[in-house]
């Protein structure tokens, strides 16, 4: 006797969204903010009409996965991993190192964000959210300096800035090189700068 096949249960609504959410990510890398639903769709393995049974629309889902897959926990943790008891520089190396993998690999949805939710649409509780996570990543990348903030010029916080800064200027600015970026050569320009001392003289 045939056996009857057995129906798949359907997803609940949180486990569609996710599901669309994470079909949809590696699309923005490749299509930017034109990826389409239909494109969307194929991805997840679903109707087009199955988007808008969870989404209000397609601009939603694409600014709730460009939040997703700007999640700060990774590079916070792998911060907060960062031995404390190196030496600062290599400390510092390790931070800008992880830093710019993450903008480096991130830019074009920063960019995204920043057109989509920043400028654009003004969602109130969006825009705090992304505030609050770069937020986070500075207190985290603060946090490599802090062990040696008696021996440190400006404060902590400053330094996190400073090194979020050079950071952001090489991957999104004019006379930014990615491609020969050096955590030891930023390392170098916050601790050590890029005059010679010279000698004391008597």
Known sequence: MEQRRKRV???????????????????????????????????????????????????????????????????????????????????????????????????????????????????PETVKRMAANRARIGEAVADVFAPDAADLRVAPDRAAHLLLMFCGANTFGPYGEPDSFSGADLAALLLDGIHIKESPTC
């Open 9 to 123: 249960p359907a997803m609940q609504p949180e486990e569609r969204r996710a599901a669309l959410i994470e079909a949809t990510i590696p699309l923005l890398h490749e299509h930017g903010l034109e990826v389409s639903t239909r494109q969307i769709a194929s991805a997840a393995g679903v109707a087009e009409g199955t988007i808008f049974g969870v989404f209000e629309s397609k601009s939603q889902l694409v600014v709730c996965s460009v939040i997703k897959a700007l999640d700060p926990e990774p590079e916070l943790e792998a911060l907060a991993a960062i031995d404390r008891s190196r030496p600062l520089r290599e400390r510092v190396i390790i931070a800008a190192e992880l830093v710019h993998k993450r903008f480096l690999e991130r830019a074009h949805l920063m960019h995204a964000a920043r057109k989509m939710i920043m400028v654009g649409e003004q969602d």
